[in-house]
């Protein structure tokens, strides 16, 4: 069995992580750690909890994670993940991050998105994007695995085939993407009071938002060509989910046909991704608490509109599912390994 531990266990990703992990045939779970002099007791953040598990969330010792884990998962936030995950550099485990410290290869757009200089910037070329649909084969031998973001992993799996086929403008993009409130973490924020969300919908970071240069960086990589886009984040208020609209301009002369066979050529194989029907476009309760995402395609040959409507859970696909995915890549595990199947 591998050796699995979770630093940051008390949080939204930490605990949909150890929820996954316990139902994984082929893992152990051997830490959960946490911050606070007093732990919260397991059971209390997961209810379905065995009576009988003997596992507890303990103060966070990096001694007894070295000592005990194969595998470790970082759900710390932004920086405080980046000074863990360099004190295990080189000490010969296998390293996920949830968090976005490792994901961009350029050190200069830390600074510029995150207002914070990258301590170790030999590190961010060596890690994995762990997009399985796109970096599988990168992710196989990495030592570090920078799990996506959950706006990118909606909206990068939204192009990608369209822009790898070079079918639409690459400056035509727009996505409107709505995220679940879970999206922004446990941690207390004015903003995400229930009078503030409850009852309300809003957009915010327009063109601003620090997932942009992720999903910048990925797509030009797959289009090999500069993208520009616009994109417009919004909050619902509801506690899990994305759904990211994404509207683009077809190359002259391209089929609506073409649209829609150049999504199910991508994601034919993918055990996680879901090409609907001609006409069908997915719901977020088609998602949630699953590791899938569904993606509806609209276009027309009279229309030069393309319309994508990309649905995921971010706290499954969009975090700890993603996350289980990559080390399964990583493992050499069946990738659907700890996710229950209906055959
Ligand atoms: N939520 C999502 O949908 C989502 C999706 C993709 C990626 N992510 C990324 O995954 C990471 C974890 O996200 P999350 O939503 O699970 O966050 P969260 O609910 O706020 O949990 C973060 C956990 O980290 C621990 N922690 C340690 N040092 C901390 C510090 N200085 N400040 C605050 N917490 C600290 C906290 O546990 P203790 O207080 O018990 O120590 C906390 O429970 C973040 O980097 C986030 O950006 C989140």
Known sequence: ????????????TGIELARILLRHPRVRITHLTSRQEEPPELGKLLPELSKKSP?????FDIRKVLE????VFSCLPHTESAEFVLALASKNKIVI???ADFRLKDPKLYKTWYGWKHPRQALLKSAAYGLPEIYRE?????????????YPTATILGLAPLLAEGLIETDSIAVDAKSGFSGAGKKLKAELLTGEVNE????????????MPEIQMVLSDVAKAKIQFAFVPHLLPLERGILATIYARKKAGVKAKKIRAAFLAAYEKEPFVRVRKEGDFPSL???QNTNFCDI??????KNSRVVVVSAIDNLVKGASGQAVQNMNIRLGFPEQAGFERLE
């Open 1 to 12: 069995m591998i050796r699995c531990s979770i630093v940051g266990a008390t949080g939204y």
């Open 55 to 59: 596992l507890k969330i303990e103060k």
């Open 68 to 71: 005990g884990s194969d595998v």
């Open 97 to 99: 991050d949830l968090s």
């Open 138 to 150: 990168e992710i196989q031998g990495a030592s570090l695995i920078a799990n996506p973001g959950c």
């Open 200 to 211: 309300n919908f809003k957009a915010y970071k327009i063109n601003q938002h620090q997932h």
């Open 285 to 287: 309760h088609a998602v």
């Open 296 to 301: 509806g395609v609209w276009a027309e040959d």
